[in-house]
């Protein structure tokens, strides 16, 4: 099993839509969640961290279930400029090591 | 603010050439992370270093891959030699924590062994 996993689409949405994108991990130990976004050739960057109660960023909602293991994230009335690829990531601690796990990604394309 | 710095941004080699891969962190950032994203594997942690030493290398795929960070502003990647299954793009980042805050990532270095 993959420590994170995710659909990795495409999800093709038009523009004004609400998208939903689910995410598991299987390190129970984990503590820290985040979501990243990465544009087509470019860099992976932070999005929103994504804490226990829950939390909102304008358009964007993340939730964390912690009982079932997994994280969501929410994106409201959908932009061109939201299309990209959403990396769900989460901390694996182990020993004396403390890392960022990425899932494959999750690839939105908004259209007209 | 000058963000992580890369170099080259792209590299395209012979099978079996020398490769290293550059990169400067964020001035102040205690933790540096080289990692190797392909479209079947997704974004992969290669190594981390904190203050200079190495802490997990264990991404690291075989001896042909090296890291080293001789001061906190300069680290390398190094490929000897290089195959065609090491075409991917590596990203470097940095952070001020290891995992529990955010990591600034490079631009990428592009590489493509034939």
């Known amino acids: 099993r993959k420590e994170v996993e995710q659909d990795p689409g495409p999800f093709n949405v038009p523009e004004g839509a609400t998208v939903a994108f689910n995410c598991t991990y299987s390190?129970?130990?984990?503590?820290?969640f985040f979501w990243y976004r990465q544009d087509c050739r470019k860099e992976p960057k932070l999005l929103m961290s994504?804490?226990?109660s829950g939390n909102e960023d304008g358009r964007f909602t993340a939730q964390l279930n912690r009982a079932s293991q997994y994280i969501s994230l929410l994106i409201r009335d959908s932009k061109l400029s939201d299309s990209a690829t959403y990396l769900c990531?989460?901390?694996?601690?182990?020993?004396?090591?403390?890392?960022?796990?990425f899932g494959t990604g999750t690839l939105l394309a908004v259209q007209p | 603010d000058a963000g992580v710095i890369q170099s080259p941004r792209h590299e395209v080699t012979e099978m079996g050439q020398e490769v290293t891969l550059r990169c400067k962190p964020i001035?102040?950032?205690?933790?540096l992370f080289w990692y190797r994203q392909t479209m079947m594997r997704g974004l992969e942690l290669l190594i981390y270093?904190?203050?200079?030493?190495?802490?997990?290398d264990s991404g690291m795929p075989e001896d042909r891959f090296s890291a080293k960070m001789p001061n906190a502003s300069f680290s390398t990647l190094k490929i000897q030699p290089s195959e065609p299954r090491d075409s991917a793009v590596y990203f470097c980042?940095?952070?001020?924590?290891?995992?529990?805050?955010?990591?600034?990532f490079g631009p990428g270095t592009r590489l493509t062994v034939t």
């Open positions: 990531v989460v901390n694996d601690r182990g020993g004396a090591t403390n890392k960022l796990i």
């Open positions: 001035s102040g950032h205690d933790y």
């Open positions: 270093f904190n203050n200079n030493v190495p802490i997990d």
């Open positions: 980042a940095s952070a001020l924590t290891a995992g529990r805050r955010e990591q600034y």
């Open positions: 390190n129970s130990a984990s503590q820290s």
């Open positions: 994504v804490y226990s």
